[in-house]
Every structure is written in C-alpha cells, then in structure tokens.
C-alpha cells in the first residue's frame, strides 16, 4: 500500500559488459586452449580415417582357405597382424580386396607363403613414438590440461596461485570505438568535462604548449547505474588511446602484496604505452578509509594495494598523457588520501537523469526496437522520476521482452506501461490473489490516497492507481505524475504530501472503522517530511526558523544518515510534539476531506476493486461524474 518509491532503483549488475558491441574488448579469454586441443583430435582422427585403405577382418582360418586356393596375391606380416592383398576383386569399387587377421605362431608360414607363390614382407615395428605417445605425451597432455582447469577454477574462487601478480586490466586499443559519447545521455556536464580530457589524450602536446596541465586523477561519483562506466567506455572509444580497465575487486587478493603487485604492473604497463586512460572501476573497493575496524583478514592486503595505489599515482607525470579515471558509488567512504591534489583531485559528480536526460537515454535504449505509433517515450520519461539510465535501459528491455511474450510484432505503449511497474515494484504477482476482503480494503485505502491527491490544492495529477500486488510487499500503489521536474517545496505542499501519504489510512478508518498495517510505509513516511519541516526547513512556527540537528547524509545514499544532536532534551520534546502536531491536524483535515466527498470514494474504491487498474483519466472521469450527481 505504499506509494510507489521512486527513489529504490535497484542497482543492475554491469548487465552492459555482456552486450553484443562492447564484447569484443570486454569479455573474459574464452577457453580458448581446450577447443584447440579437441578440434585437433577431431582432425586428426579424421585424417587417420581417410588414409587407412578399408581392410577386411577375416579369421585366420580364412587366410589359410585363402592361401590354399591360391587366391592371396601379396602381404605384409608385422609383430601381431598379418595384412595383404588378394587376388579377388571388391565386386563394387573393382579393387583388389584388403584384408587383415590375427597372426598365430606358425613357423611354417614361410614356406606355405612361398609355396603359393605369394609376394611377403616381414616387417618389425618400431614402437619407440607408440610408446612416446602412451608413456609420455598422453598422460603428460592429460596433467596439463586437468592443471589448466584447477587453475582456472581456483582463479575463479579468488585463490590464483598460478597466476600471481599477473595483471587482470582488460587493455583495450582499438582506434574503432565501441561506445562513443553519442551512446550516453542525459549527463551533459560530466560529458562536457570529459570531452576536455578526450581532446587533451588527442593531442597533449597542442595542450602543453599552451601551459595546460591535465589532471591526473578523475573520479566520477554518482548513484549506481548512472552511466559511470558507460562513460569511461565512451572515452576509451573517443579518445583512441590504449584503455587499460580494471575493477577495484580485482586488485583484492587473499594473498598478502599481490593486490599491490598488480598496481605497479598495471602502472607499468600503462607508462609504457603512454597517452593512455587506466579506468579503475567500483574504485571504493580498493580505496576505503584506512584504519578501519580491523576485519578478519584481507585487511592488510587492501592497505598495501591502496598505499601503492597512492604512491603510484604520485610517481608519474600527467604530461606524459596517462589519466586515471575511477569511478565510484561510495565517494563518501574513500580514503582522504586519494582526493588530495595530485591524485584524484578533479571530482566529476554524475547525478540522476533529469526529465530531458530520461527522454533522451530512452532515445538511446529504444533505437532498435521496433515500436508501434502509439508509443510516447516523453510520457514514460516523465512517469520515471528518478530512475537512472541502467533502469530505463531496463525499462526499454523489459518492453520488448513483453512485447514478445504477447507476440505482437511491435511494442507498443502499453508494453512500456507494464514494464515501468515491474521495474518499479517486480513482477506482477499473479498468483498469489489477494482475498475479497483484503482486496476491498486495499481498493479504500489506495482511493484515499488518490481522492486526497485529487482534492488538495498542490496535489499531483493521478496517473495510475493499482491494486495488484506486486513483488516487493506493495499490495498496491497509487502513482502521481509530476506535472514538471520539482526542484523545492512549500510549506504548503509538504503538508498537502503528508495529507496524500494520510489519505490511505484515514480511508480505512472512515470506512472500516479501524486501521490495518498496511498503512505503515506511509506513515513512516508522512513522520519523515514532517521532522524535515520541522528540523531542516524550519518551517515550525512555535520553533521558528531554526534547524535542529546536524545531518551527516552519505552524499548519495540519502537513506543512511547519522545524526549529531545538537540541541537540549526540552527543544527535543518540543520537536516531537511539533511533528504530531503536524500529523494529526494533517489527518483530521483528510478525514474531513473524505467524509465529505464519501460518494466519490466509495464510486472510486468500486471502480478500482472491479477494475483492479485505473488510468489517470479514469480517476477524473469517475470524480466529475460523482460530482454531478
Ligand atoms: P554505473 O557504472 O554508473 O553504475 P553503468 O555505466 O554500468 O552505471 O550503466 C549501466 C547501463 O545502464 C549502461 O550500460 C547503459 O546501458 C545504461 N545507462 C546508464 N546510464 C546511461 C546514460 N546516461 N545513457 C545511456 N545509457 C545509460
Ligand atoms: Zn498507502
Ligand atoms: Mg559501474
């Protein structure tokens, strides 16, 4: 029953690195040594095949039938097998026919053989390749190959020790780029910033000569799936220079110096192959605040790695065109070491797309879709309010997956509706059907919050309200549409946003009653913003304009905050009652509001339990016609 949350965007694995365009520098070395080795068995038993002449197998007494009547023309009589030829011919092919039997002992042969004139040869085998080939080449081959995939196991489990030290970077220097800026939208100042590096990578002399100095370090910051490694790639692919990447979790070794091993070869590697970019990727693995809690293990190794990290990045020039580019999610939880200047001194801040930005990373991700003429990505571009590019490439996935499970041969835009809600909120849970009873309250509680939604004079306009269950918990969701981006509130609109968090709640009561649980999201919620009012905006006025309490919010991660308490235990009780000041004057108003338009939502919690879905304009047409009445 909570509205739904804009703010939870799952964080996507690199989905990005599997795609088609970018495998080429990016995939992983396939098993490339084991496929030799197997298609070479394959040919050369193949090649046996087709030199041997078909020969066939026939009992010794046979053989001696055959010499009897004089039919054996010549043959050949080796340690175990006697081979030859005969005078008949293959009925088909008209050949000579092939034969071969098992050799008994007969001392007597020589003589049989010459007594019916048959041409012999007798001939002694050489077994020493036969035998290099058993003893030595096959079981030394086997131990090779089972080695080779220990390793390769172990590697994948953490613990290479075949391989210790040896660098992971993915280099990639292909003057085609994969990626280009064309590819990333939605981020025009980081972009922009970004192009100056590309330009100095270009032609660092031009830049010199005119006193420029280039930054050595670069970090991007941002919210997970903003296109921070997107961006790096772009680079790699615009500048044209070799790429070196590297994923901070790579540098992490369970054995002690590897992790450091590894950044001085990769700095190596790159010194010598200068101008080019080193990207260190998920940077925060690596560059945590030293002297932390002490962990079980690892712990040394990862300030040895980072302590490398720092003295190599001090050790070279930036004029000889190396940049290093990281990129991280976690700014906050970085070594101070690593921003001071010199090091990752310029800071590139990649923030949530705005609505312009959605529309155009929608642009990007829809390119090769086919889709129906019905189909406005500005209205999924303003239903997404701060979804990042990696949900919207999501989205535009998820749509033609839809749109081909329905076999329609185009996606169209409802299509795009239903994957917007999956993003949101996971898979339709089809399933597990919510009982008549539980469904009838939900269908109150979320016309409550819609109805206030409706009334109150700053309230968004409804885009959708639903009552399928969903995935995560949600029983159901009421969606406002923002009419543009909000950059600020009023006083006013907080407390009409509290009373549209209330609406739910209140519904119930009136309706019901009593309350149920399903309320608590939203509760939690319209607590939130009334503190805020209170000790952020000051917006009490027995308070005044006053802020209490110092919030240290993780820079990103606005849920994850602790707080400094600087003020008495009296202004303390004095904020709590202000905040259910706020709150219950807020809930009588809903009530009030409600009670007074009871038809309209019980016409609203009808449709809605019937329909289970109701549009925006639904909603409106149901109110108006209420009204008349
Ligand atoms: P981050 O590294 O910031 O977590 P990624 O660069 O890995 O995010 O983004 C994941 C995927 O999401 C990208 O590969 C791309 O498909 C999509 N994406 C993210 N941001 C953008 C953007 N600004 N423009 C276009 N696509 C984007
Ligand atoms: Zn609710
Ligand atoms: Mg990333």
């Known amino acids: 029953m909570k509205k739904a ?104 042969l020589a003589n049989v053989l010459e007594k019916h004139g048959v041409k012999y040869s007798v001939e002694i085998e050489n077994h020493f390749f036969t035998n290099l080939l058993f003893t030595w080449i096959i079981p030394f081959g086997i131990i090779f190959l089972l080695w080779g995939f220990l390793s390769k196991r172990v590697a994948t489990s953490g613990m290479n020790f075949l391989n210790v030290g040896r660098n992971r970077a993915h280099i990639h220097a292909d003057s085609q780029p994969s990626v280009t800026f064309k590819d990333v939208a939605g981020v025009d100042e980081p972009k922009q910033e970004l192009e100056e590096v590309v330009e100095f990578l270009r032609s660092p002399d031009y830049f010199q000569r005119l006193g420029g100095r280039m930054p050595k370090g670069i970090l991007l910051v941002g919210p997970p799936g903003t296109g921070k490694t997107l961006l790096a790639r772009a680079i790699s692919g615009e500048a044209g220079v070799p790429f070196f990447s590297i994923s901070g979790s790579d540098f992490i070794e369970i054995f002690a110096g590897v992790g450091a091993a590894r950044v001085r070869d990769l700095f190596d590697q790159a010194r010598a192959k200068a101008p080019c970019i080193i990207f260190i990727d998920e940077l925060d693995a690596v560059g945590r605040q030293r002297g932390g809690p002490i962990g079980i293990g690892g712990h040394d190794e990862r300030e040895q790695t980072l302590n490398q990290l720092l003295v190599e990045m001090d050790g070279f020039d930036s004029s000889k065109g190396v940049v290093v580019l990281a990129a991280t999610n976690r700014p906050d939880v970085l070594d101070k070491a690593l921003l001071r200047p010199g090091r990752f001194d310029r800071q590139i801040v990649v923030d949530k ?78 399933t597990t059907a919510m009982g008549p009873e539980e469904k009838h309250r939900v269908a109150y509680h979320e016309s409550g919050h819609t109805l206030v939604a409706e009334l109150v004079p700053t309230g968004e306009p409804v885009h959708k309200v639903s009552i399928i269950p969903r995935g995560s918990g949600a029983l159901g969701y009421t969606l406002q549409l923002p009419e543009r981006e909000k950059f600020m509130a009023t006083r006013n609109e907080l407390l009409d946003q509290i009373a549209i968090l209330l609406g739910g709640r209140a519904s119930e009561e009136i309706i019901f009653g009593d309350v149920s649980t399903g309320a608590q999201n939203d509760l939690e919620r319209a607590s939130d913003i009334a503190r805020n009012m209170i000790c952020s905006y000051g917006m009490s006025e027995k308070l005044g304009p006053l802020t209490f309490g110092k919030r240290q919010a993780s820079l990103f991660l606005g849920t994850e905050y602790s707080e400094e308490k600087n003020y008495s235990e009296e202004t303390a009780r004095q904020i709590d009652e202000e905040v259910r000041d706020i709150i219950e004057s807020s809930y009588s108003r809903v009530l009030g509001l409600l009670k007074e338009n009871r038809s309209v939502l019980d016409a609203l919690a009808r449709e809605l339990e019937d329909k289970e879905i109701l549009s925006g304009e639904e909603v409106k047409s149901i109110i108006e016609r209420e009204r008349k009445q």
Not at 30 to 40: D, H, P
Not at 376 to 392: C, H, M, S, Y
């Open 353 to 430: 797309p705005d609505m312009k930005g959605r529309l155009e990373i929608l642009k990007i991700h829809t390119r090769g879709l086919k889709m129906a003429p019905d189909v406005d990505l500005e209205v999924i571009a303003k239903r997404t309010p701060g979804f990042v590019g990696a949900d919207l490439a999501n989205i535009a996935n998820e749509a033609a997956i839809l749109a081909a499970r329905n076999k329609r041969d185009s996606v169209t835009q409802s299509d795009f509706e239903a994957a917007i809600d999956r993003v949101i909120a996971g898979p339709e849970k089809k």
């Open 5 to 108: 949350d804009f703010q939870a965007t799952k964080k996507k694995p690199d989905i990005e690195l599997n795609k088609p365009a970018g495998r080429k520098y990016w995939q992983k070395q396939g098993n490339f040594a084991f496929w030799y080795f197997v298609i070479m068995l394959v040919l050369f038993y193949f090649f046996q095949q087709g030199i041997q002449v078909k020969k066939e197998e026939i009992p010794y007494s046979q053989f001696q039938q055959y010499l009897s009547e004089n039919k054996v023309s010549e043959c050949i009589i080796r340690d175990k097998l006697i081979e030859g030829t005969l005078k008949l011919k293959d009925r088909k092919t008209g050949k000579p026919m092939h034969f071969v039997t098992v050799r008994l002992s007969d001392a007597n």
